[in-house]
């Protein structure tokens, strides 16, 4: 079983609209992050959302998690052009002992007309 | 400076050639990544460095030989590659490897290599 499962896999919006993430994972988790790629680029960090915490903003962002029923929500706010991305939730295992390793979700392609 | 740079950035090679990547970061972190990564698929780590030393291996092929000379450099020895190695290999770094919570890890823009 694959730790880090997005939905959906693709999601097209028109500019102005908000765009949401899901995210599922299998273990316990220290913290869950948010990251963007831009076609064949390097990844970029979005926000990181502590166990202990439930929801967090940053900017246009909104990002939960309810460990509960181990998933996470990623919202973009009034969405741009610029948004146009695939976007990977990454989480670490809280108890592994392999320190430094995250586990990356499947993605989703995220896909914003002007 | 919050940068990972990566060097080179397209690299085409054959399966009997050698060939090194190298990525730099000068943010002070002690734990450095290789990743690979296939066209629609998430990064899948290599290695981790951990203060210069080698502290995971993911199982992988003895044709990619990682190699941390110093705390702001990393360098993927490439020897003898297949075909199906094509793919964006990714470097990062994060501040601290030993912390009880993992952090940020901060990615390079990568290097796009072709093996024919």
């Known amino acids: 079983s694959q730790q880090g499962e997005e939905d959906p896999q693709a999601l097209s919006i028109q500019e102005g609209e908000n765009a949401t993430m899901n995210c599922s994972y299998k273990t316990s988790i220290n913290n869950l992050q948010w990251y963007r790629q831009n076609s064949g680029r390097g990844l970029v960090h979005l926000i990181l959302i502590r166990s202990n915490e439930r929801e967090k903003h940053s900017g246009r962002l909104r990002v939960t998690l309810d460990t509960s029923k181990k998933s996470s929500s990623l919202l973009i706010t009034a969405s741009r052009a610029a948004d146009t991305a695939s976007y990977f939730c990454a989480t670490d295992d809280a108890g592994g002992t392999s320190y430094g390793k995250l586990t990356f979700g499947q993605g989703t392609i995220l896909t914003v007309h002007p | 400076d919050t940068e990972v740079t990566q060097t080179p950035k397209h690299l085409v090679m054959g399966m009997t050639n050698k060939k090194s990547l190298k990525c730099e970061q000068h943010?002070?972190?002690?734990?450095m990544y290789w990743y690979k990564q296939k066209a629609k698929k998430p990064p899948e780590l290599m290695f981790v460095?951990?203060?210069?030393?080698?502290?995971i291996n993911e199982s992988v092929p003895s044709r990619f030989s990682p190699e941390c000379p110093n705390s702001s450099l990393l360098n993927l020895h490439l020897h003898a590659l297949q075909p199906e190695d094509s793919a964006l290999y990714l470097c990062?770094?994060?501040?601290?490897?030993?912390?009880?919570?993992?952090?940020?890890?901060?990615f390079g823009p990568g290097t796009r290599l072709l093996v024919l």
């Open positions: 943010m002070g972190h002690r734990a």
């Open positions: 990062a770094s994060s501040q601290d490897p030993l912390a009880d919570v993992k952090e940020t890890q901060y």
């Open positions: 460095y951990s203060y210069e030393k080698l502290s």
